[in-house]
Structure formats: C-alpha cells, structure tokens
C-alpha cells in the first residue's frame, strides 16, 4: 500500500513469551539479580517509601529510675551513636535507612559495632554489605574481598 509517496506494509512482529513460573521474570534470566528489581520504579518506591519511614523512627534508650519508671538515658553509650551520628560518614537516618534498604532487598541489614579498647564501648556503628562478609572470627580474605566478623562484633 502506498499513502504519501510512502510504502506501507505489514511485517511479522516478534512475540516474547514469559515463562509462567518465573514470576514475570524476576526469578528467570531478566530481573534475577538483586538490584534489577529496584530499576522498576513501583519497587524502588516502595523500598523507599518504608525505608524513609523507619528511618526517622526515633530509637530511644530507657533506664528504669529507683521508683520503677522509665526515664530516657541521655548517659548510656549507644545514645550518641543511635540519636545523632552512628559514624563520621553519616547520620543516624542514613544508617538506619540503608540497613532498612538491605534488609528488604536482601533479606538482612547489617552494621559492624566498633568499640574502645579501653573500655570496651561502642565509638561507631558501621554499615557493611551482607554479601562483603561471614559470621566467623575476625580475619580478611587474602584478596581482601571479603572479611569475617564474630557475631559479638555485628548487629542485624
């Protein structure tokens, strides 16, 4: 057919098939990784949508007074470090974010406690990748790829 000097014409069109079982493509070859899911702009809104919310949740410690009733303990070592700055690079919104974002995309969040030698308290709250280390003794692999942290070193 030709309309305007131009040839128009009707070509096979390619059809892709999705495979039934492979959740629309998140558990096949297409979206199978991890970070695939957040390219879709639903989940990466989702994610962080929930992410922002407990992220500004307030984490207060309370210590029980000689009467029985709580009172918030702005003296206890962790309040610096949970209230205002966990570490030097971020905030604590930041932090509890990202540990947020790891755990709903993959299944944990963890933060290394680093501690005083001295007196053994907590000075900083370090996010790490759950794919960068192990739960074992503490030792780095000799390409320094990845790294093993005993369980009293961690929290999840």
């Known amino acids: 057919m030709n309309i305007f000097g131009f040839q128009i ?7 892709e098939a999705i495979d039934a079982f492979s959740s629309g493509g998140f558990a096949g070859t297409r979206l ?10 639903t989940v990466y809104r989702c994610v962080d949508l929930i992410s922002d919310s407990v992220g500004v949740l307030p984490l207060v410690i309370y210590k029980l007074d000689k009467d029985g009733f709580k009172t918030e303990a702005k003296d206890h070592p ?31 969040g963890y933060a290394y406690i680093e501690r005083d030698p001295q007196t053994n308290h907590p ?29 009293s070193a961690s929290t999840h």
């Open 9 to 15: 014409s009707r070509r096979p069109t390619k059809q």
């Open 78 to 108: 962790l309040y610096w470090l949970l209230n205002l700055a966990p570490n030097e690079f971020m905030d604590r919104m930041t932090l509890n974010k990202i540990l947020v974002i790891s755990a709903l995309n993959r299944g944990n």
């Open 123 to 151: 000075t900083q709250l370090l996010y790490f990748p759950p794919k960068t280390w192990r739960w074992a003794g503490f030792r780095t692999s000799p390409d320094s790829s990845t790294c093993d942290i005993a369980s």
């Open 32 to 41: 199978g990784s991890r970070s695939k899911p957040m390219l879709l702009s």
